[in-house]
């Protein structure tokens, strides 16, 4: 009787016990990113969503019913794709120090990939002013203050440490501690349709294995 009076105690005092929910707070520079793993009822482990908060926006990346155990594997497996993109993630609730920072050979190149992307990005706006101005004038600007930009403005970017205008209306991106020191990027107008629109063709001196929109050339230098 003893036995089965404890053994009561222990299921009622089970099936009581709430499953908490569980967030992470993932860090790359001033950029924050918040993955959590979201129980509709604190006594049951489903139905549960795995929601990704991003830029103040919050979307449901995994959502399950039935399956107990998916939105926690869902979740450590996308927290760890974070650590591996060079993410620094901790359990929000103080549980355990930061999940992870290791980052493998090919994570850093990925990384140095999607920077270099975000630097040609940044560059567009000043291949439309060079476009703009050869439009207007019949020839390429002969410098950055031909087209309206002030050299100087160009060296506080966060994706590259100068833009250059050279001859030809080309465009020279030099790198930074993010994409590398030492990588230049060259991109060269080349008037088409009979001169009623310009064509851009990039060059960068750093070969990069993903790399499809840029050709490699090792001895490029402005």
């Known amino acids: ?11 009622v005092l089970a099936t009581q016990t709430a499953i908490a929910d569980e967030s992470f707070l993932c860090t790359y520079g001033q950029k924050e990113r918040i993955i959590s793993l979201i129980y509709q009822d604190p006594e049951k482990p489903v139905p549960c969503e ?12 995994w959502k399950a019913t039935n399956t107990q ?12 794709k974070q650590i591996d993109w060079g993410w620094r993630c901790a359990d929000m609730a103080g549980q355990s ?8 050979a090919d994570t850093d190149a990925y990384i140095k990939l999607t920077h270099l ?6 560059v567009s706006p000043f291949k439309a002013y060079v476009t703009e101005y050869y439009m207007m004038q019949g020839k390429y600007p002969e ?19 100068d833009l250059i205008l050279g ?17 230049v990027i060259s991109l060269k107008p080349k008037s088409t349709l009979g001169g009623a629109s310009l064509d851009w063709k990039c060059t960068v001196n750093v070969k990069f294995s993903r790399l499809n929109y840029c050709e490699y050339d090792k001895d490029l230098n402005i």
Request: charged share 20%.
């Open 1 to 11: 009787m003893k036995h089965l009076l404890i053994f009561l105690f222990l299921t």
């Open 97 to 104: 120090a930061i999940v992870g920072t290791h980052r493998s």
């Open 117 to 122: 992307s975000q630097a040609l990005a940044a």
């Open 143 to 161: 410098n950055l203050e031909a087209i309206g930009v002030n050299p100087a403005d160009v060296k506080t970017s966060s994706y590259f440490s």
């Open 167 to 183: 001859e030809s209306g080309t465009l020279y991106v030099i790198g930074n501690e993010k994409i590398g020191d030492d990588l």
């Open 69 to 80: 155990g998916f939105c926690e594997t869902k979740i450590k497996e996308f927290v760890q």
């Open 50 to 61: 795995v929601r990704y908060k991003k830029e103040g926006l919050t979307e449901i990346l």
